[in-house]
């Protein structure tokens, strides 16, 4: 019965005000008075605000004009005057016990009872009041114990004292005892039949505790009849209509009680908690943002708040908000929860547990306190402590289906077959439908397609008018092959919501699998057509673009598109981020991270691509910063470890790499990218034996895995053993066959001079992988550094075959093509800069392949954009020299290579230099 105990406990009635009217100070404040009695709060609040300005100290005017405030739903306000009449010398027993009340709608409970708690006043009225508040503050923080001290207290002062009345039932309502609180109602509605207070707490005990609805809506009725701006009736009222699904109705009181008191914040309260149920979860944030700034400390809106915030995956500021809530009422078992979550999905089940902990220690645990536990021992790898708990929750709890689900996943995790039965009867009997869907993911991990299939025809049952079902049907009929079937499953999908994207998508794949990449795009025009800021849509068209030969700049365009159209949205500024990455448009990439921070200061995989795109554009010492800070938000995360060794490595500083890598591995003793990252080190730091013992010591633990020979080969190629090495690569590429192991064999052999044996691995690695076009596009290269222009050509032109647009492949073949004098060069050195625009390496073959054919004045200023986007490389002015003095014109090539023989060795091509400038 907490539930009762704490619902209306922000709703303290205000004192009887009395009033009159006039032009002086003293006239306006008695006008205020008769326009109070009148009841209305408007017309007295402008004349006190008239008397203030006579009389900036008049104490009268600010207490009354405080009064008036919080009557008017304006706790804020009402403070600031409250206060300020304290400092003009109004007496405590009339300020205090309106300030509590004030206080109490802030949410500043535990100031209330450290500043009142033990303080008696001199009318016993006054303390009674001030003491009721106190009682309040108490049971807001879950102390029924104090708050019935309290109530003691204020009733000794003045027995008859209604609040402190109203308040004693509500306690006695928290002890399941009904009929003695609604008994305390009744004696004090009997003398005080408009006594709104009581005339709410009795609709709550009759709906919480009797579990009469009519009854209780009627009780909130006719507390509206006598005082139609009762804050707290209207909000019961809304409550019972959304429990009895009657929504209309309940939006129409919601709008009542904007007319009533649009500013009163329990109507930005309710408005943020009905926008929270609908998944609006952007308007929740403003609404509580907006509350928050008035009331900082106020623990039902942060908690609120911190739910938004992890609906949304924001799981950084949930836990800011969710913790502060926690600070302020360690009682809010579902903020403690929402928090354990929050700390489960970021990978820090260490952190759940211990915030679950003082819930576990108590004598009487609840069922989805003890699953949420099994869940973060789960993580840790304690697989006993999360069997008890489970086991435990699941006896607390015979009935709650979340807490038999997660026991049952447990279950099925150590091998048990009989969790699919219990994950079926769950499903059969609870009407939500996690259960359903662990059992149709069970299913299908046990390659049950049939099982999976009814499992789905339970779920539609359960949700006819949903999409889920028929888009998992379809999924499911694909696994098995049935393509004709899974189409039709997907436009049933559609047929229940037509913008339903996991279908539409589905649909645009097999779309593009039947070679019909337009009727692909269709979709997600169509979409786009009727939710023009559908981000999934523009994301989808970019990757559609991508795969269908559209040009770079084609793909970032939808990519930033998708970004302007959801900026609150993560997942198109990661796309973005990283699609510059992998361009090696390192400025543009930390331009668009820094925007993505900007939007959202605290999501972790923003913070993780910021940190990536600072390393790119070589930002060392702040990557570092950024990656610290990660790893602290998530200290279990080793991956967070490993990028912030990768930041230090560039940084130069090995000491803190290697310390931030040997972090990773205590967190995941099996991770192979912190084993890598340390014999990288070895190597580095000229300790190629420690980098060994390293390799050797993964050999022993996995002798099966590749990673530990391929590292052993690594530390040997440092060291120019070629056999050894050798010999290591060829025991990875058998445990291995992968492109980067067969690349690491040849290359080796080649350096070792074993030129026959390097060519029979290619032979034997391309006969049995004919496709694959990044051995194809190495072997290119090889064959390029080695002067076989002719066979590096034919190399590149597989690439083509299989990749016709792979930019790099046609910038090679082009420049192969001007190198011999071949026809051609110029048409695939524009095709491969239509597809990667403005890139200098590809603008130089393309001025190149213009000089070919004597358009000296286009590739003069094609060059001139190459040196532009890569100013580090003399090479390209190298070449504009030379395309200038093919033009006659000797001034600028002289200038030219003036500038590049002032680089002496620092630039290779000196005798280059030398021979163009004596040409001249």
């Not at 306000?77 to 709608?105: C, F, G, N, T, W």
């Not at 999360?386 to 099925?412: H, I, M, W, Y």
């Not at 084993?675 to 034996?689: E, F, S």
């Not at 390209?876 to 006659?888: V, W």
Request: with cysteine; hydrophobic share 45%; proline share 4%.
């Amino acid at each position: 019965m907490n539930r009762i105990l704490a619902a209306a406990c922000l709703s303290v009635a205000a004192l009887s005000l009395v009033g009159c009217g006039g032009e002086s100070e003293k006239d306006l404040i008695a006008s205020a008075k008769t326009a109070l009695e009148k009841k209305d709060a408007k017309a007295a609040l402008i004349q006190l605000k008239n008397a203030i300005q006579k009389n900036p100290r008049s104490g009268d005017a600010r207490f009354l004009l405080g009064k008036t405030l919080l009557e008017s739903g304006d706790p804020v306000a009402a403070a600031v005057e409250l206060r300020k009449a304290q400092e003009l010398q109004i007496s405590d027993e009339q300020v205090l016990p309106e300030l509590a009340r004030a206080m109490l709608l802030l949410g500043e409970e535990a100031k209330i009872i450290v500043q009142y708690a033990p303080m008696r006043l001199k009318d016993d009225g006054a303390t009674a009041d001030l003491q009721t508040s106190v009682a309040v503050a108490y049971a807001v923080q879950g102390d029924p114990a104090k708050a019935r001290e309290a109530i003691d207290a204020a009733l000794k002062a003045r027995a008859t004292h209604a609040p402190a009345i109203i308040v004693q039932a509500r306690l006695k309502a928290g002890e399941a005892d009904f009929d003695g609180a609604l008994a305390l109602l009744e004696s004090v509605l009997a003398k005080e039949p408009t006594n709104e207070r009581a005339g709410v707490l009795k609709g709550e005990i009759l709906f919480g505790g009797k579990k009469d609805v009519a009854a209780a809506l009627e009780a909130y009725r006719k507390v509206l009849g006598v005082n139609p701006k009762s804050m707290a009736a209207h909000s019961a009222v809304v409550t019972l209509l959304y429990a009895q699904k009657k929504d209309g109705e309940a939006k129409a009181q919601i709008a009542e009680m904007k007319k009533v008191a649009p500013n009163h914040p329990e109507t930005l309260f309710f408005e943020a908690q009905v926008a929270f149920s609908e998944k609006n979860y952007k308007l929740t944030r403003e609404i509580t943002e907006r509350m928050l700034k008035a009331m900082p400390d106020n623990v039902r809106v942060l908690e609120l708040a911190g739910a938004a915030e992890f609906a949304q995956r924001q799981y950084a500021q949930a836990e800011t908000l969710l913790g502060k809530a926690l600070k302020g009422a360690p009682g809010l078992l579902r903020a403690r929860h929402m928090l354990a979550q929050t700390y489960l999905r970021s990978n820090q089940p260490n952190k759940a547990v211990d915030v679950l902990q003082p819930v576990l220690d108590g004598k009487q645990v609840d069922g989805a306190t003890l699953a949420l536990a099994g869940e973060a021992w789960m993580q840790m790898g304690d697989t006993k402590k999360a069997e008890a708990a489970f086991q435990a929750g699941a006896k607390a709890a015979p009935d709650d289906p979340r807490v038999r689900t997660s026991a049952a996943l447990s279950q099925l995790a150590r091998g048990d077959t009989g969790a699919i039965a219990e994950l079926e009867n769950i499903a059969a009997s609870d009407k939500g439908l996690r259960a359903d869907l662990a059992l149709i993911s069970a299913r299908l991990s046990q390659k049950d397609v049939a099982g999976a299939l009814k499992a789905i025809d339970a779920l539609e049952r359960k949700v006819p008018e949903q999409p889920l079902a028929p888009n998992l049907r379809g999924r499911v009929l694909l696994l098995k092959g049935d393509v004709a079937g899974a189409a039709k499953s997907f436009e049933a999908a559609l047929a229940k919501d037509a913008h339903f994207f996991p279908a539409i998508a589905s649909l645009a794949a097999m779309d593009l699998s039947a070679s019909k990449p337009e009727a692909a795009r269709k979709r997600f025009e169509d979409l786009l057509k009727v939710q023009p800021r559908n981000f999934q849509a523009l994301l989808a068209l970019a990757e559609l673009s991508a795969r269908s030969g559209g040009t770079p700049a084609d793909v970032l365009k939808l990519t930033r598109d998708a970004v302007k159209a959801s900026p609150a949205e993560p997942t198109p500024h990661l796309v973005l981020v990283n699609q510059l990455l992998a361009a090696g448009e390192a400025k543009d990439a930390l331009a668009a991270a820094q925007a993505a921070t900007a939007a959202l200061p605290n999501d972790l995989g923003v913070m993780e691509v910021m940190g990536r795109a600072q390393m790119a554009a070589g930002e060392g010492n702040q990557a570092v910063a950024t990656f610290k800070k990660l790893a602290a938000l998530q200290p279990s995360n080793a991956q967070n470890q490993v990028l912030l060794a990768e930041a230090h490595m560039a940084a130069k500083d090995s000491d803190n790499a290697a310390r931030a890598l040997r972090r990773a591995l205590e967190i995941k003793p099996d991770l192979q990218q912190a084993q890598r990252g340390l014999v990288a080190l070895a190597v580095m730091d000229k300790r190629p034996q420690d980098g060994l013992n390293l390799a050797r010591e993964m050999q022993k633990k996995d002798p099966k895995a590749a990673t530990g020979f391929a590292l052993e080969g690594d530390v040997e190629a440092s060291r120019r053993n070629w056999e050894p090495a050798v010999a290591a690569y060829r025991a990875a590429l058998q445990r291995a066959a992968n492109t980067d192991n067969a690349v690491r064999l040849h290359s080796t052999l080649r350096q070792a001079g074993r030129n026959a044996d390097a060519d029979k691995v290619a032979a034997d690695w391309l006969k049995a992988s004919p496709k694959d076009g990044a051995f194809l596009f190495y072997m290119g290269d090889v064959q390029m550094a080695a002067n076989d222009a002719a066979g590096a050509e034919a190399r590149y032109r597989a690439v083509l075959d299989l990749q016709p647009n792979n930019a790099l492949a046609l910038n090679n073949v082009a420049w192969l093509l001007v190198k011999q004098g071949k026809p051609g060069g110029l048409a695939m050195a524009e095709k491969a800069n239509k597809l990667f625009p403005e890139r200098g390496p590809l603008l130089d073959t393309l001025a190149a392949a213009q000089a070919s054919e004597n358009q000296l004045p286009q590739a003069i200023e094609t060059q001139l954009r190459a040196i532009a986007r890569t100013p580090g490389d003399p090479s390209f002015k190298l070449n504009l020299a030379r395309y200038y003095a093919k033009a006659g014109d000797k001034a600028k090539a002289r200038a030219e290579l003036d500038a590049l023989a002032k680089l002496g060795d620092k630039f290779g091509q000196q005798a280059e230099v030398s021979k163009l400038l004596q040409s001249l």
